[in-house]
């Protein structure tokens, strides 16, 4: 079975950074694509970043672009996500995902396991 675990989200101020961490129990992670989900209360779920399993494929949400940087170290097993200038509307309950094989998708429904999700709130 494989666990992902996030840790990293926090309360920060508008503008603000945090920097999100999942750690995958997985022993052959760096052969698996990733991603990073976010939802907010009362919304959908909502694609943010996602990874090929080498690190040299990388997709943002428009929402994201310019202010998120996703990146893995497959030697830790761990993959982060690094939020910069963030805004209250980036808040929202985070989640990694695992796909289970190379290719990176946007979509949800292609990812085969989540983390428990860790909490970002952004004030104004």
């Known amino acids: 079975q494989v666990q992902l675990v996030e840790s990293g989200g926090g309360l920060v101020q508008a503008g603000g950074s945090l920097r999100l961490s999942c750690a995958v129990s997985?022993?052959?992670?760096?052969?698996?694509?990733m991603g990073w989900f976010r939802q907010a209360p009362g919304k959908e779920r909502e694609f943010v970043a996602a990874?090929?399993?080498?690190?040299?494929?990388?997709y943002y949400g428009d929402s994201v672009k310019g202010r998120f940087t996703i990146s893995r170290d497959n030697s830790k097993n761990t993959m982060y996500l690094q939020m910069n200038s963030l805004k209250p509307e980036d808040t929202a309950l985070y989640y990694c995902?695992?796909?289970?094989?190379?290719?990176?998708?946007?979509?949800?429904?292609?990812?085969?396991?989540w983390g428990q999700g860790t909490q970002v709130t952004v004030s104004s």
């Open positions: 990874i090929s399993w080498s690190g040299s494929y990388r």
């Open positions: 997985r022993r052959t992670f760096s052969r698996y694509a």
């Open positions: 995902a695992l796909r289970g094989d190379s290719l990176a998708y946007t979509e949800g429904s292609r990812y085969d396991y």
